[in-house]
């Protein structure tokens, strides 16, 4: 309709009157397309700055067709700004509707859109896809295939989104449910050395642990016993008729006709940054 209203305006322009009624179509077509371009997507939404009137968009073609009255040549120069917008609208349909679906995606692009896609139909990594949609990668996860969404395995976790991989727990901590999205330090009364890890190992007879999230364990001190098997806390001086004890030495408290050869010191307890008063073990 754009390119019959231009045509009946090219050939009116003999006669200001019939003209001036084309005008009128043609200042209407325009209003029509300032109206609808915003709704276009991006990707295929012609660029046309400082879009208004055509009487404050369109140059005047009075200097460059001095025959025709102001009022013509400015209904004229609106005709031509319509004509090539409607080419340019056209131009960009063209290309979207002969491009791929799915369309390459850098780091600044949409990361989570339905159309922010690599050739091959993955996500950005960080993302899965979840039927048509790239949906970040939520903590306690991972995706880094830019497909499928994976739960962090037990001895990792994952406090945060968009992440392609999982953190491995660290020493003094561990994590024995998949899908987490923080590590769990150990209790008191055990420990763990290593990383990547689902249990604490429990202070035994003779060790203690009185901290929690720590990777190391200590010894008693010659003259003091743990009091249980397993999992110590704390640590009490052997007396009569057992005061003595071996340092580090899970059989607890000896009569005293068994000599350790050892002094026992006035207190066996470890510091407040987890620094042990004798041995250290499992570092």
């Not at 850098?106 to 950005?124: F, L, P």
């Not at 037990?154 to 991989?165: A, H, L, R």
């Not at 000896?254 to 307890?269: E, F, K, Q």
Request: hydrophobic share 25%; glycine share 8%.
């Amino acid at each position: 309709m754009l390119y019959s209203h231009l045509g009946d305006a090219m050939a009116a322009t003999s006669s200001p009157y019939l003209f001036e009624s084309q005008c009128l179509k043609i200042d209407q077509t325009y209003k029509d397309l300032a109206s609808i371009l915003p709704r276009f997507p991006s990707a295929v939404r012609p660029t046309y700055k400082n879009l208004g009137s055509p009487s404050t968009v369109s140059p005047n073609l009075a200097g460059i067709h001095p025959r025709f009255p102001p009022t013509v040549s400015t209904c004229l120069s609106d005709a031509f700004l319509i004509y090539f917008l409607c080419r340019g609208v056209h131009a960009a349909l063209h290309r979207h509707r002969s491009s791929p679906v799915s369309s390459p995606c850098t780091s600044s692009d949409c990361t989570h859109s339905s159309s922010c896609r690599s050739e091959n139909g993955a996500c950005n990594p960080g993302s899965y896809l979840d039927g048509t949609n790239c949906v970040q990668c939520p903590a306690g996860s991972y995706c880094a295939d830019g497909k499928t969404k994976q739960p962090c395995d037990i001895g990792m976790f994952q406090p945060n989104t968009n992440s392609v991989e999982c953190i491995k727990t660290q020493p003094g901590y561990y994590q024995n449910v998949s899908g987490s999205i923080a590590q769990i330090p150990c209790d008191e009364g055990s420990y763990q050395p290593y990383v990547q890890q689902y249990f604490c190992y429990g202070a035994p007879s003779g060790r203690f642990q009185g901290l929690t999230g720590q990777a190391t364990v200590c010894g008693t001190c010659c003259g003091w016993a743990t009091t249980k098997d397993n999992y110590n806390v704390e640590v009490f001086r052997c007396s009569d008729p057992t005061p003595n004890s071996y340092a580090g030495s899970g059989s607890g408290c000896l009569p005293s006709s068994n000599n350790t050869d050892c002094a026992t010191p006035a207190t066996c307890a470890q510091d407040v940054t987890g620094g042990c008063p004798a041995e250290t073990w499992g570092a």
